[in-house]
């Protein structure tokens, strides 16, 4: 837990950094002053890990402050806060360790925190607390369908739960199909609060307020956040809105998963941007494939999105989809390799979908699961672990790519 004080004297200034604090688990905001004469004293009673002095409401008063206590506890970690950059470099003089320039952005103040964890020792392992980069950093992955019906919130929500149940993982299931999501119908939970409440109260969202927010899905430890209940309130939520409820769960969360609309939506955009894997969700049959090269033709005019984009064909093995279109010539088609196949399993799928629980509680040794585990792991940078049941040809085609 990483201590902090803080000192400003303008209430415009201090009260939102005091909200972007208390939001962060792993941070303990031990003392607040409003008064820079005042601030040695309050660190005296109780040296926190790091102070901050925000310096614009009286630089010359700030600077004194930090030297002072630059003086008096040599190996306390100070950050400066000035919108002037001169009086910032007076400060790093003086005996300030970091700096940010006002106004705060919430990735810098992130990144100044990360760094102070790594130095002073207080890295926090896991997916929890302030990432610390490398392998802790959140991993962002969004599904995206190429029509409805092809199993996009299905797969969604099973890699999903298959993460979490991994007590290394901390993740989150976001619906972002605004009108027509039902990921909570696929897990049976019946949240009190949505996507639409955080979007509604964007100016006081925190992390406690992020938690509030999200339901729980005790058998896998996933944490769920819904779309709007009501269709008329999918427009409240506006891609500024998704952007900083992004960063703020990719702060105390080690896997975000996205499941889209399959509408291409400024808020889906946004949430494609910010992803670190998208996975183009089709079917070897015509309509899907078709979609399938509309989609990418459209993305690639984004360059990064493009490369981002992984297809992972569902049902494969069904009668209907092996008769209409073979592997082959889908990927022709695509002009881009299939990153994944899920093999038909519409029983196990079916089921568990009427039962209300994922696949990993329903049939966890299902072929379906198994691909999805597999899926996990290549997602993670880690070789897909072989099933047992691989007679089926699926892996063996799949690992022979």
Known sequence: MLRIAI????????????????????????????RYEFFADVIAQSVPDLVIVVMDADRAKALATVTQLASLHPNLAILAISSDHQSLLQALQRGARYFLTQP????????????????????VPGGSGISTGGQHRAQIISFLGSRGGVGCTSLAVNLSCTLASDPNNAVVLLDLDMALGDADIALDLMPDHTLADLAMNIERLDMNFLKRSMVRHEATNLNLLVHPLQINDMGVVRDEHLARILNLLKISYSHLVLDLSKSLTPTDLAALRLSDHILLVGQLELASLRNVVRILMALSQEPELADKVRIVMNRVGSDYAEGDISLKKAEETIGKPIFWQIPNDSKS??????????????????KAQQSIVALAQALNGKAPAMPEAAGSGFLRRLIGR
């Open 7 to 34: 000192v400003d004297p303008s209430d415009v200034t201090r009260e939102p950094l005091r909200a972007l604090l208390l939001g962060v688990d792993s941070v303990w905001l031990e003392a607040e002053c409003a």
């Open 104 to 123: 705060v952005a919430l990735e810098e103040l992130m990144g100044t925190l990360r760094r102070a964890q790594v130095e002073l020792g207080h890295a």
């Open 349 to 366: 799928m079916l089921q568990a979908r009427v039962d209300g629980v994922p696949l990993i509680q329903h049939a966890p040794k299902c």
